[in-house]
């Protein structure tokens, strides 16, 4: 279960017993994973603000890259070869698009096995 301050675009969400996961920064900056402090810190704050007496002196700063199309919406479906099917580009709602984009990558897949 997660926890979404969208006033802030900060979500949290407990990682096992005696963790928690911050998140809540996105940047269009091609195939770089460098973790810039100016984007940590204000995480950082808002669990100090808001949540007084969890420890923030063990941070453990992390980055992922979130493929993307420029109009947002995941690439499903079959690529130039017959024989290869994408199911990629979700950006940062891969666990949300997920389950229907594998449903959907499925019936194509089917669906060309037929022919």
Do not use: C
């Not at 091609?30 to 995480?43: A, E, K, Q, S, W």
């Not at 700063?61 to 109009?71: A, D, E, K, Q």
């Amino acid at each position: 279960m997660s926890l979404l301050d969208d006033s802030a675009k900060i979500v949290t969400s407990r990682l096992g017993i005696d963790r928690l996961r911050v998140a809540g920064t996105a940047e269009f900056n091609g195939f770089n994973t460098d973790i810039r402090t100016d984007r940590v810190l204000p995480l950082i704050k808002w669990v100090e603000d808001l949540f007084p007496n969890v420890n923030t002196r063990q941070t453990i700063p992390w980055t992922g890259l979130r493929p993307m199309m420029p109009n947002m919406m995941p690439k499903v479906g079959h690529g130039h070869n017959p024989h290869i099917f994408y199911n990629t580009g979700h950006g940062h709602l891969g666990w949300t698009l997920a389950p229907a984009t594998a449903e959907w990558i499925t019936q194509i897949i089917n669906t060309a096995n037929q022919h």
